[in-house]
């Protein structure tokens, strides 16, 4: 890909009229610096100044088939030459096609579609429909989980994002999930974490009463909080905990759904189907704002006769299911998918291991795809984080280093705490994963210097 011609004076006008005017995320207002972008194209984007970066983060993690497909753009301008937009009451062509499309790559009977503008709105839904189709109020989600940043996501989430937003009074219980390299249950093998992991369920709905629980929310495989692959059995175990007690499964795949783990969907790796599944992010790369619920027969069914009671202006916007049409067609034509898993078992889980050799400041190496992360300690040996959990300011500074040296290098990091994430876009080259592969072993020579 080009860098544009460096206009350094373009880039400052446009950082000057994004600090005077754009209240950003997360972030408190003074202190930040966003870098200005001057354009993207596959697996890297630039700046004004002649900066070239290698995206290790598919932007927030949806980009699955990088920056500026054509096919894709291509597929938003027909869209909006041809009809831009159309109220959700109707039907449109755009919207079933796209419906169509998620439905037949969703496992088994999710096979009706409630679109949303993203993850949480997507969250939100499926908790609603979950409650109205057991009639119960209680929501059971895991510590380390990020499920969005709207009113019930928030209050799901187990990340210290929520501390200051929670209301508490969404009817949330938190469990411990599995994960054994922090094992909450003191499980040293992957078979006690699953067996002591599905005890402590089973004891949170005994004491919290079963016929009081309408849902279970899990990420398969928790993206933010840590990329930590459940055990073998686990998810299996949740599907018959929820069965026994007739509370509805959700699993969210808003960050690992559509190709990111080396499958459409994560939920294949592990044999299970889950009730309700959210998805967003890759659906249509973020091309245009899109998410969803896709929802079980049974579920379906009781929203038959009886009017759903929600609904979102732009649910199925033609533009965005447009993108998401194109993008899992190019995902189809391209083998996006496929080359995901290829990556992953052959190129970036490899080189990644091979990184954690050389280098004390990786304390374990997780993933699958191209849905990895590094988590860094300060010591191999008691398992110490790089930086204390939820650690700000000078007591993240080990991250901020590592995060610095990667962009020296041109790669742009996912840092989460004491972590990093590689998250390339699935249709990555393996000598563009290999370049990002060779920023992070210097970017962790920086780290290195922080261990003990
Ligand atoms: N669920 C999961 C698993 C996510 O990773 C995210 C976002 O990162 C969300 C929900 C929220 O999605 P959005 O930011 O589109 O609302």
Same mark, same amino acid.
């Given at each position: 890909?080009?860098?544009?011609?460096?206009?350094?004076?373009?880039?400052?006008?446009?950082?000057?009229?994004? @600090?005077?005017?754009?209240?950003?995320?997360?972030?408190?207002?003074?202190?930040?610096?966003?870098?200005?972008?001057?354009?993207?194209?596959?697996?890297?984007?630039?700046?004004?100044?002649?900066? =070239?970066?290698?995206?290790?983060?598919?932007?927030?993690?949806?980009?699955?088939?990088?920056?500026?497909?054509?096919?894709?753009?291509?597929?938003?301008?027909?869209?909006?030459?041809?009809?831009?937009?159309?109220?959700?009451?109707?039907?449109?062509?755009?919207?079933?096609?796209?419906?169509?499309?998620?439905?037949? @790559?969703?496992?088994?009977?999710?096979?009706?579609?409630?679109?949303?503008?993203? +993850?949480?709105?997507?969250?939100?839904?499926?908790?609603?429909?979950?409650?109205?189709?057991?009639?119960?109020?209680?929501?059971?989600?895991?510590?380390?989980?990020?499920?969005?940043?709207?009113?019930?996501?928030?209050?799901?989430?187990?990340?210290?994002?929520?501390?200051?937003?929670?209301?508490?009074?969404? +009817?949330?219980?938190?469990?411990?999930?599995?994960?054994? #390299?922090?094992?909450?249950? #003191?499980?040293?093998?992957?078979?006690?974490?699953? %067996?002591?992991?599905?005890?402590?369920?089973?004891?949170?709905?005994?004491?919290?009463? $079963?016929?009081?629980?309408?849902?279970?929310?899990?990420? /398969?495989?928790?993206?933010?909080?840590?990329? &930590?692959?459940?055990?073998?059995? #686990?998810?299996?175990?949740?599907?018959?905990?929820?069965?026994?007690?007739?509370?509805?499964?959700?699993?969210?795949?808003? &960050?690992?759904?559509?190709?990111?783990?080396?499958?459409?969907?994560?939920?294949?790796?592990?044999?299970?189907?889950?009730?309700?599944?959210?998805?967003?992010?890759?659906?249509?790369?973020?091309?245009?704002?899109? +998410?969803?619920?896709?929802?079980?027969?049974?579920?379906?069914?009781?929203?038959?006769?009886?009017?759903?009671? +929600?609904?979102?202006?732009?649910?199925?916007?033609?533009?965005?299911?447009?993108?998401?049409?194109?993008?899992?067609?190019? &995902?189809?034509? %391209?083998?996006?998918?496929?080359?995901?898993?290829?990556?992953?078992?052959?190129?970036?889980?490899?080189?990644?291991?091979?990184?954690?050799? =050389?280098?004390?400041?990786?304390?374990?190496?997780?993933? !699958?795809?191209?849905?990895?992360?590094?988590?860094?300690?300060?010591?191999?040996?008691? =398992?110490?984080?790089?930086? $204390?959990?939820?650690?700000?300011?000078?007591?993240?500074?080990? !991250?901020?280093?590592?995060?610095?040296?990667?962009?020296?290098?041109?790669?742009?990091?996912?840092?989460? &705490?004491?972590? /990093?994430?590689?998250?390339?876009?699935?249709?990555?080259?393996?000598? %563009?994963?290999?370049?990002?592969?060779?920023?992070?072993?210097?970017?962790?020579?920086?780290?290195?210097?922080?261990?003990?």
């Amino acid at each position: 890909p080009h860098v544009a011609a460096p206009d350094p004076q373009a880039g400052a006008a446009v950082k000057a009229a994004d @600090r005077a005017h754009v209240f950003h995320s997360w972030s408190a207002q003074g202190l930040i610096d966003p870098l200005a972008v001057a354009g993207a194209e596959g697996s890297y984007f630039w700046d004004y100044d002649g900066n =070239r970066y290698l995206d290790f983060t598919s932007g927030l993690v949806y980009t699955n088939i990088g920056y500026q497909h054509p096919k894709v753009v291509a597929a938003i301008q027909e869209q909006a030459g041809k009809l831009a937009t159309f109220a959700p009451a109707f039907a449109v062509d755009v919207r079933s096609e796209a419906a169509r499309l998620i439905a037949e @790559r969703t496992p088994g009977d999710l096979d009706k579609i409630f679109f949303t503008n993203g +993850g949480a709105e997507a969250v939100e839904n499926a908790v609603r429909m979950a409650r109205l189709h057991t009639g119960r109020h209680k929501v059971l989600s895991a510590f380390r989980s990020y499920h969005g940043a709207t009113s019930t996501a928030i209050n799901l989430t187990g990340d210290p994002r929520r501390w200051a937003s929670d209301t508490g009074s969404a +009817g949330v219980v938190r469990f411990w999930a599995p994960f054994l #390299y922090r094992s909450p249950f #003191y499980s040293e093998t992957e078979q006690q974490e699953c %067996e002591r992991a599905l005890a402590h369920l089973e004891d949170t709905i005994a004491f919290e009463g $079963p016929a009081t629980i309408a849902a279970i929310i899990l990420e /398969t495989v928790p993206g933010t909080a840590g990329i &930590m692959t459940p055990p073998p059995g #686990y998810l299996a175990g949740v599907r018959a905990i929820c069965d026994k007690y007739g509370i509805v499964f959700v699993l969210d795949e808003v &960050m690992a759904g559509f190709g990111r783990t080396g499958k459409w969907f994560a939920a294949e790796h592990f044999d299970v189907v889950p009730d309700l599944m959210t998805f967003a992010k890759g659906v249509n790369s973020g091309y245009v704002p899109l +998410g969803g619920v896709a929802i079980n027969a049974e579920i379906a069914a009781t929203f038959d006769k009886r009017p759903y009671p +929600g609904g979102l202006t732009y649910s199925g916007h033609p533009l965005a299911c447009a993108a998401a049409v194109a993008t899992i067609q190019v &995902m189809e034509d %391209e083998k996006v998918v496929e080359h995901a898993a290829h990556l992953g078992e052959n190129v970036l889980g490899p080189g990644l291991r091979e990184l954690a050799e =050389r280098h004390p400041s990786v304390g374990e190496v997780r993933g !699958m795809g191209v849905f990895w992360a590094l988590e860094l300690v300060r010591n191999r040996e008691t =398992r110490e984080p790089l930086v $204390p959990y939820n650690a700000a300011g000078e007591a993240a500074a080990p !991250m901020a280093a590592l995060g610095a040296a990667a962009k020296k290098n041109g790669l742009w990091p996912f840092i989460n &705490m004491n972590r /990093t994430h590689a998250v390339p876009a699935c249709n990555a080259s393996e000598a %563009e994963v290999k370049e990002g592969l060779a920023a992070l072993d210097a970017a962790l020579s920086v780290a290195d210097e922080y261990t003990a």
